[in-house]
C-alpha cells in the first residue's frame, strides 16, 4: 500500500496523541506530536522567565528562538519518540498543568508558529508520517490524502484529563483542569494565526462516549480504506 500523510487535529485532551501514537505503530509510520514542540518552547519560556500568570515577554522570546533546539529521539523501550529540549529529555515536565496554562499564549506567537511548521513539514517530507496537533490539515499539511478531526465535551476531556494528572501524583483539581480546557480552548480557536477549525476535508469524530479501542478501530478502518483507494 502507498505512503500516506495523516493529520489528525482537535481539542485539547481528546486523546489525540493516544490515537496517533496507536494508528503510526500499525502502520509503521513516523509519529510526530506537533504539540509536544509547543510544550517544549512553552517550558523554555518559563525556564528563563519570559512568561508567568502576570506577563509574557513575546519580543524576547521571539529574540532567542534560534537557541531553542527540538529534537524527538526515539525510546525504544517505549516504542516511541520522546521530546528533547537542547539536549534535556523534557517529555515528563512538558505534560504538567503548568505547561498547559501557558502552552496556548505561547501558539498565538507567529514567529513561534513558523520556526515549528518548518520543523513538522520537514519531518513529513517523504510521507509515511502520522501528526497531531492543531494546525496540522490546515497549515502544516494542507494537501494530507487523510484528516481526522477529534472533539468531545470539555467536561468529558476535563474528566480524562483529571484522571490522568491525579495518576501521575500530581496536585490538581477537576474545576481547575475544566477552567484550563475552556481556556485553551477559546485561545486556540479566536487565535488570529492559525486557529483552531475543522478542515473542509477533515473527517469529525466525537469521541466523547467512545472507548480507545472504539475509537481506534474507527479511525484504522477508515485508514485502510483510504490506503487502499487506486
Do not use: C
Not at 490515537?19 to 517544549?40: H, N, P, T
Not at 484528516?147 to 490522568?164: D, L, N
Amino acid at each position: 500500500m502507498k505512503n500516506i500523510t495523516i493529520a489528525i487535529d482537535g481539542f485539547s485532551s481528546t486523546g489525540k496523541s493516544t490515537i496517533a501514537k496507536q494508528l503510526a505503530k500499525e502502520l509503521k509510520y513516523v509519529y510526530v506530536d506537533s504539540g509536544a514542540m509547543y510544550r517544549a518552547v512553552t517550558l523554555y519560556a518559563m525556564h528563563h522567565n519570559l512568561i508567568s500568570e502576570e506577563f509574557f515577554d513575546r519580543d524576547k522570546l521571539i529574540s532567542v528562538l534560534d537557541k531553542i533546539d527540538l529534537q524527538f529521539k526515539f525510546n525504544a523501550s517505549l516504542g516511541y519518540a520522546e521530546m528533547y529540549l537542547n539536549d534535556k529529555n523534557v517529555e515528563n515536565e512538558i505534560r504538567g498543568l503548568e505547561v498547559s496554562k501557558f502552552v496556548s499564549k505561547v501558539s498565538e506567537v507567529s514567529e513561534v508558529r513558523r520556526k515549528l511548521v518548518k520543523q513538522q513539514q520537514q519531518m513529513g517530507k517523504n510521507k509515511g508520517v502520522v501528526m497531531d496537533g492543531r494546525d496540522i490539515g490546515t497549515v502544516v499539511f494542507p494537501n494530507a490524502e487523510l484528516k481526522f478531526f477529534i472533539t468531545a465535551s470539555a467536561e468529558k476531556r476535563a474528566e480524562r484529563r483529571f484522571k490522568e494528572l491525579i495518576l501521575k501524583g500530581d496536585d490538581v483539581t477537576f474545576d481547575e483542569i475544566l477552567k484550563n480546557v475552556e481556556y485553551r480552548d477559546h485561545i486556540d480557536s479566536t487565535r488570529k494565526d492559525s486557529p483552531l477549525i475543522v478542515a473542509n476535508d477533515a473527517i469529525e469524530i466525537d469521541n466523547s462516549e467512545m472507548t480507545l479501542e472504539e475509537q481506534f478501530d474507527k479511525i484504522y478502518g477508515i485508514t485502510i480504506k483510504t490506503l487502499k483507494k487506486d
